[in-house]
């Protein structure tokens, strides 16, 4: 796995044959890490440079200390992408990574070329929501990261991918095993600290899909309509047979919506 200086990222290289078209940078959701992008990994072979950080903490033994606010996350971001010489991207953000999208929109939007919002949703925390996340912190400090697979994989994964494919919720469970507590609980309160991007999503004039499975529980469709009439010029994919890690669900409907919306309105 690359690494640069404190960012640790998958990537993926265009072939020398396939004329380059720029960087796709990919945010991962909670509580699972840049891991969960291997299937997008191939959108390389068009001719994308595809990036893929892991959020501060993310994935394995690093020490490094938890995130402060969604802000932070999205500054990392930024500092990466400079770090890497790239001056703007595609920026792809599902769920929690919509959430630091919307951030890097709000504090630096010149390094977006083109959106896409998968599974997320702009409003802030409600406050059953904020003290739902108090209940996961607690859960997590003191029942470890097993006790938040348990919680979250159901929510996580759409009903149709938990009744007929163990090997997706295999990974799935995987991938959120793979995180230090910390990490875990540090995204939970800079989730629960976020601010609400409703009012940015008029003013967003890059080209930009949404996203979103149709079997998602934790953003569901509604939120991602509602975004598409907010937004000028969007465009709206519902993935089939998929719930909220849509992109893991079914990466083949999620490619084909990416590739179209990379083909035809970047
Ligand atoms: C995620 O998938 O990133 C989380 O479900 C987002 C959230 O809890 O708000």
């Not at 796709?24 to 891991?35: D, I, M, S, T, Y």
Request: hydrophobic share 45%; net charge negative; aromatic share 4%.
């Amino acid at each position: 796995m690359p690494t640069l200086g404190r960012f640790r990222f998958l990537e993926a290289q265009p072939p020398a044959s396939v004329r380059p078209r720029g960087a796709l940078l990919l945010l991962h959701a909670f509580p699972v890490n840049a891991r969960m992008w291997q299937p997008q990994l191939s959108l390389a072979d068009r001719g994308w440079r595809v990036i893929a950080p892991h959020f501060r903490g993310f994935d394995g033994e690093t020490p490094d200390p938890p995130a402060i606010s969604i802000d932070d996350l999205a500054g990392d971001v930024i500092d990466l992408i400079d770090a890497l010489h790239i001056d703007d991207a595609i920026v792809a953000g599902l769920s929690m990574g919509g959430y630091v999208a919307f951030a890097m929109l709000r504090h630096a939007p010149r390094y977006i070329r083109g959106l896409v919002l998968a599974d997320t949703r702009p409003q802030a925390d409600t406050p059953e929501g904020v003290e739902g996340r108090r209940r996961m912190i607690q859960l997590a400090s003191e029942k470890g990261v097993e006790a938040i697979a348990d919680e979250m994989l159901p929510k996580l994964l759409g009903e149709t991918t938990r009744r007929t494919r163990p090997d997706i919720v295999e990974t799935a469970r995987a991938l959120v095993l793979s995180n230090p507590v910390a990490a875990i609980t540090g995204a939970l309160r800079a989730m629960m600290a976020r601010p609400d991007s409703t009012p940015l999503l008029s003013s967003v004039h890059v080209p930009t899909l949404i996203v979103v499975g149709e079997e998602d529980s934790v953003t569901p469709r509604a939120v991602a309509e509602e975004m598409h009439t907010q937004i000028p010029g969007s465009a709206l994919v519902v993935v089939g047979g998929a719930g909220h890690l849509s992109n893991l669900e079914n990466p083949v409907v999620f490619n084909d919506a990416l590739a179209h919306f990379l083909d035809h309105r970047v």
